[in-house]
C-alpha cells in the first residue's frame, strides 16, 4: 500500500453539475498531484501543489481548480461538467525529501458523467 | 513540453520468458525516469525508476536502462510469472517539475 487514500472510490454525475474529490497523502510529503487517466491511456498531469500553493499545471481549462492543506489532504473540484470528463482521477503524493523524488498513487476516483 | 512515446501498446509472453518495453522521450532536461504497474481497478504502483546519472539498475527479475544519448529508457522483466499480468507506464520527470507518462503497454503472461 502506498499510504494515498481518495474518496470516492466512484462517482456518477450529470453534465454541467460539479464535483470535489478528496485525497489524503502521506505525511510529510509537501507536494500533492492530481492526474487524469482516459480509459486505455497513461495519466494526464492535471496540477500540482506544495505548501498549500499551485505550482504546475497542465493543459488543462480552469474549471479544474484544487486546494491543499496543511494536514496533507487535497481536493480536485471539477465545475461545469462536461462527458469527456468521465474519467479515473489519480492522487500521487510526492515524497521529495533529501534526494528522493518519488511518487506514490492512491488507488483513484472513477467518475462518469452522463 | 515532454512527449514520451511507449511501445508496444499490448505484449504477450509465455510464462518464464522474457519482457522488454521501451520508451523514448524527447526533453534533454529529463532527468528522471519512472515505471509503473497498474492492475485492474488500482492506481499505479512503482516497481522501479532510474536518474540520469545512472545507465542501469536492477531489482531481483526487474531492470531498467537508460540511454541519454538517445533519449530512450527500457524496462527488462526476466523469467516473467503470470502476477505480472498489468499494465506498466513510463514516466519522465521533465520540465515544469512535472511527470510525462507514456500511453501504457498492456502484459500479459501466459502460464
Known amino acids: 500500500e502506498t499510504g494515498v487514500t481518495q474518496s470516492p472510490t466512484h462517482l456518477i454525475k450529470t453534465r454541467g453539475q460539479q464535483v470535489t474529490l478528496r485525497c489524503s497523502s502521506q505525511?510529510?510529503?509537501?507536494?500533492v498531484s492530481w492526474y487524469q487517466q482516459a480509459l486505455g491511456q497513461g495519466p494526464q498531469f492535471i496540477f500540482q501543489?506544495?505548501?498549500?500553493?499551485?505550482?504546475g499545471r497542465g493543459n488543462f481549462p480552469p474549471r479544474f481548480s484544487g486546494l491543499q492543506f496543511p494536514n496533507y489532504s487535497s481536493e480536485l473540484n471539477v465545475n461545469a461538467l462536461e462527458l469527456d470528463d468521465s474519467a479515473l482521477y489519480l492522487c500521487?503524493?510526492?515524497?521529495?525529501?533529501?534526494?528522493?523524488?518519488?511518487?506514490?498513487f492512491g488507488p483513484g476516483t472513477r467518475l462518469t458523467v452522463l | 513540453g515532454e512527449n514520451v512515446e511507449q511501445h508496444p501498446s499490448t505484449l504477450s509472453v509465455q510464462e518464464g520468458d522474457s519482457a522488454v518495453i521501451k520508451c523514448t522521450y524527447s526533453d534533454s532536461a529529463s532527468n528522471y525516469f519512472p515505471w509503473y504497474k497498474q492492475e485492474l481497478g488500482k492506481g499505479p504502483q512503482l516497481i522501479i525508476d532510474i536518474r540520469s546519472n545512472v545507465g542501469e539498475k536492477k531489482d531481483q527479475r526487474i531492470a531498467v536502462t537508460l540511454n541519454k544519448t538517445a533519449k530512450h529508457f527500457s524496462l527488462h522483466i526476466t523469467e516473467t510469472q503470470p502476477e505480472d499480468s498489468a499494465v506498466y507506464f513510463c514516466a519522465a520527470l521533465g520540465t515544469g517539475n512535472q511527470f510525462y507518462f507514456g500511453t501504457g503497454t498492456s502484459l500479459t503472461v501466459i502460464p
Open positions: 505525511s510529510g510529503h509537501n507536494t
Open positions: 500521487a503524493s510526492r515524497d521529495q525529501r533529501g534526494s528522493t523524488d518519488t511518487q506514490y
Open positions: 501543489y506544495y505548501r498549500e500553493e499551485e505550482n
